[in-house]
């Protein structure tokens, strides 16, 4: 498959845009300036920029509560995604949800969750939605290795199957489920090999190779518009930051050593997809250097915009909850 | 006695029943790590077979509670965040609460379900809800609500040693509240309330972390010579009403402070109870101060109107004294 640079630069400034945002949040969170907690995904960009990358702006996805990357990698605000996790009236849900739940319904994203596994029976129905309105959208579904031993995920691929619903569920195997490796919580090695007991397609992908991971997505996104179900996608990357901002201030002991993330951080998305295209002449490298700019500069301006953005007033916590 | 916290005080209450019964067993997500520290050390002493990790499958794991208790065990299964609870629902409410009923007396089912609830700060809807009303109409389950170490202490052993289900909720935001709290065999009986401060002008129950803050309400509205008394019934189901009862024929007045739903909250349950049987020692209307009706919101100036405060509770207080 012949991958347009078009393409190949949107990607790699989506990757960017996520790891500055990501690095940003950690920071800000660390000093104490944004309340609350936040999961990053710093490590994992090329999986959320991979897939979104092979979707259309009708398409959705649903995500959960590691879920910024998702957001971007879809089109999110940077702006509004801020302020949201400022707690500000002018992020994407005024203030309600915060880094856990945020959601723009207008680019498709049907909202991070904090409920893991929850995300997985929404994007079935969101697929069984385009299958009954006879449109040719397909869902993205995100979630966790650890996710994939809720029962969700299960009721999830047996009932897409049956139905030839137009999915792709995207595991992100990260390594890890909370403090917990997958490898003593999961019963098997690939989580893509439960395809199987499904009667759908399930691979392994690199989850750091970002052409892969488009590649396989092209592909899943391909046969769910033609009618022909749902696909198993499992991305095997890496979480280079703790599963919670801060989380070294509560938890006693380690459960993973410096030396096997300082392997995962050699094999860095960002890089291996710079060397890819400077390698094959596709881009140049001032170029790169100015998507990498421009990114720490959009996120500055999300700061920025979310720091001037008043606090909600007390009297719309009742707002919200109805259509009314 | 000596000075614990609540999380270490859950510590205290665990590793003794552990001690001095095999047959209990810890399971759950990241109990061995413990991320909020409620299980920290056990692993060490007790062993993996017995301080048991399990995948993020709440109906799974829930559900081999229900069995193993039914098999003879006597297990103590955290579910990390109250809400999560939502995930487990069938396992609790259709198996753990009915089996002993619906098998005719046969089955024993001595699980204490461990979660942490309530808004501690930024959490957002689905980790800060108070989630105990919709258990509070589930036959066969007890409901416990420690509002500090030393019952947090004596209640979870008391719910270890119980034959029946009961589920201990333990608020987010009490963890490191620190008191004393008795050595060794310390036991709270479920069912029992405790009045926290005496007073006989009106009668505020409130429940978990909402009694710190009725205690502090209680001492400023003391300055302007109003006697607050202070209960809290410490466990829901069963409640006690006696005790309840007894301080309305004193005060004749009475606000319920719960961090729920007003919708069907637990002080809905308690106000209609007295109601019934307390009509006539009222000399006003209960009041009940309870979250607005709303999913818990993100931001803190909202988190902040939603859940009970001083403010709130103060204004209840002067409300039914008229
Ligand atoms: C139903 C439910 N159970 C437990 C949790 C607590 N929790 C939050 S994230 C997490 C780990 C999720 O692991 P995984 O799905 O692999 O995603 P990752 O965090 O690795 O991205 C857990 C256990 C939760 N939010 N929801």
Request: hydrophobic residues 45%.
């Amino acid at each position: 498959m012949d991958i347009g640079k078009e393409v190949v630069l949107e990607m790699y400034r989506k990757m960017h845009r996520i790891r500055q945002f990501e690095q940003k949040i950690k920071d800000l969170i660390t000093a104490g300036e944004i309340p609350g907690f936040a999961h990053v995904s710093i490590g994992e960009e090329a999986t959320a920029v991979g897939i979104c990358a092979a979707l259309r702006p009708t398409d959705r996805i649903t995500s959960t509560h590691r879920g910024h990357g998702h957001l971007i990698a879809k089109g999110g605000d940077l702006a509004r995604m801020m302020a949201e996790i400022y707690g500000r009236r002018t992020g994407y849900c005024k203030g309600k949800g915060g880094s856990m739940h945020i959601a723009d319904f207008s680019l498709g994203i049907l909202g991070a969750n904090g409920i893991v596994g929850g995300g997985i029976p929404i994007a079935t129905g969101s697929a069984l939605a385009a299958k009954l309105s006879h449109k040719d959208d397909v869902t993205a579904c995100f979630f966790g290795d650890g996710a994939a031993n809720e029962g969700t995920f299960h009721e999830s691929l047996n009932l897409a199957s049956i139905w030839k619903l137009p999915v792709i569920y995207v595991c992100e195997n990260n390594g890890f489920g909370e403090f917990t490796p997958t490898a003593s919580a999961t019963s098997v090695k690939d989580i893509a090999v439960r395809a199987k007991g499904y009667d759908i397609p399930g691979y392994v992908v690199d989850g750091n190779n970002v052409l892969e991971v488009y590649r396989y997505a092209s592909e899943a996104a391909a046969r769910a518009r033609a009618g022909e179900g749902p696909t198993l996608l499992e991305c095997k990357t890496y979480r280079w930051e703790g599963h919670v901002v801060g989380e070294q201030a509560f938890i006693t002991g380690s459960y993973r050593t410096e030396e096997e993330v300082a392997r995962w951080k050699a094999r860095c998305p960002i890089i291996a997809l710079e060397q890819e295209v400077l390698g094959s002449g596709l881009i140049k490298r001032e170029e790169l250097e100015r998507i990498a700019r421009e990114a720490r500069d959009q996120v500055e301006a999300a700061v920025e915009f979310a720091r001037q953005s008043p606090m909600p007033e007390p009297a719309e916590a009742g707002e919200d909850l109805w259509v009314e | 006695m000596a000075q614990l916290t609540f999380l270490q005080a859950i510590r205290a209450a665990l590793s003794e029943e552990m001690e001095r019964d095999p047959s209990t067993f810890i399971l759950g997500e990241d109990v061995a790590l413990s991320a909020f520290g409620s299980t920290r050390g056990l692993l060490e002493r007790f062993g993996p077979e017995r301080v048991r990790d399990t995948p993020i499958s709440e109906a799974g794991f829930v559900g081999a509670a229900v069995g193993a208790a039914m098999a003879g065990m006597r297990p103590i299964c955290e579910i990390e965040i109250a809400p999560f609870i939502y995930c487990a629902f069938d396992q609790i409410v259709n198996q753990a609460a009915k089996l002993r009923y619906m098998s005719g007396g046969q089955a024993r089912l001595p699980i204490t379900f461990r979660t942490l609830y309530g808004a501690a700060g930024g959490a957002a809807a689905q980790h800060s809800e108070t989630v105990y009303p919709h258990l509070l109409p589930v036959p066969g389950l007890k409901i416990v609500v420690p509002s500090g170490p030393a019952d947090m202490k004596g209640l979870l052993k008391s719910a270890i040693r119980d034959d029946n289900p009961v589920i201990v909720f333990e608020h987010a935001a009490l963890g490191r509240t620190r008191e004393e709290v008795p050595d060794g065999d310390y036991l709270v009986p479920i069912g029992k309330a405790s009045v926290k401060r005496e007073g006989r002008d009106v009668t505020v129950v409130a429940i978990g972390a909402m009694v710190p803050r009725a205690m502090a309400v209680a001492a400023h509205l003391a300055g302007d010579g109003i006697a607050v008394e202070v209960i809290d019934p410490r466990s829901l189901a069963p409640l006690d009403e006696e005790t309840l009862l007894n301080s309305l024929s004193k005060t004749n007045r009475m606000v319920i402070v719960d961090e729920a739903h007003l919708r069907g909250s637990a002080a809905s349950e308690i106000a209609a109870t007295m109601a019934e049987k307390g009509f006539d020692l009222l000399d006003a209307p209960i009041k009940r101060v309870a979250a607005l009706d709303v999913p818990i919101p993100f931001s803190r100036p909202l988190e902040a109107a939603v859940i009970p405060d001083e403010a709130r509770i103060a204004a209840g207080i002067r409300a039914v004294l008229g």
